[in-house]
């Protein structure tokens, strides 16, 4: 059975701190996924990686997908209130992911 | 218009009722999921579907059944609910790319009394 573990779990910054989410297993993943979830909704896609060593950057989201493709990161520049939100990890085998159970991220004004 | 729906959006239910959530998508991707959330425990994998005739078990199917009655439409039901299955029921979809990448729908609150 794969694993994600995913830390921290909870996460409450004021505006204009930075952060970094981590998401560890120690199996192999042939893709890593990011995604962020408001309360009540589906989640939305912010990024895949797919290659060991990866560094993908999306405005203040910076994302890395560890060498070994066993671990990845999600690091927010000048974190908002509109960055609030649950953030999940999901590593892809065979088509099917495995969630990490989230870190849920509050960024106060 | 959203490329995965889910109907309906929020249920209640007594237990021993049997239920049924939809999902349609208009992506045209061949494979679609299933996914129950529940509070500490993150998406869990009920059922998959890689293609109209090629239905998958997930780590927890027990309680539930599927039907994939075209590609773009993929039913999940409850023949018994019971309480324990309260829960935030999402479907997605996702095409043979190789990221993996999967596209969810808004999800369906159910609560079973």
């Known amino acids: 059975t794969q694993l994600l573990e995913q830390s921290p779990q909870f996460l409450s910054i004021q505006e204009g701190e930075n952060l970094t989410v981590y998401c560890n297993s120690s199996s192999v993943f042939s893709s890593l996924q990011w995604y962020r979830q408001e309360p009540g909704e589906g989640p939305v896609l912010l990024v895949t990686v797919v290659t060991g060593g990866e560094v993908k950057k999306l405005k203040r989201l910076t994302f890395q997908f560890g060498d070994a493709r066993k671990d990845s990161s999600l690091h927010i520049t000048a974190a908002q209130p509109g960055d609030t939100g649950l953030y999940l990890c999901a590593g892809g085998s065979n088509y099917k992911l495995t969630f990490g159970k989230g870190t849920l991220l509050t960024v106060n004004p | 218009d959203a490329d995965v729906t889910q109907t309906p959006r929020n249920r209640i239910t007594k237990t021993g009722k049997r239920i049924m959530l939809e999902c349609s998508q208009t992506?045209?991707?061949?494979?679609m999921y299933w996914y129950r959330q529940d509070p500490g425990l993150g998406l869990r994998l009920i059922y998959y579907?890689?293609?109209?005739?090629?239905?998958n078990k997930g780590e927890i199917s027990d309680g539930y059944s599927v039907s994939r009655q075209a590609q773009a439409k993929f039913s999940l039901s409850l023949e018994s609910a019971i309480p324990n299955q309260t829960a935030l029921y999402f479907c997605a979809t996702s095409d043979f790319s190789r990221e993996e990448t999967q596209y969810f729908g808004p999800g369906t609150r159910l609560l079973v009394l």
């Open positions: 579907s890689f293609d109209v005739k090629d239905i």
């Open positions: 992506k045209g991707h061949d494979r």
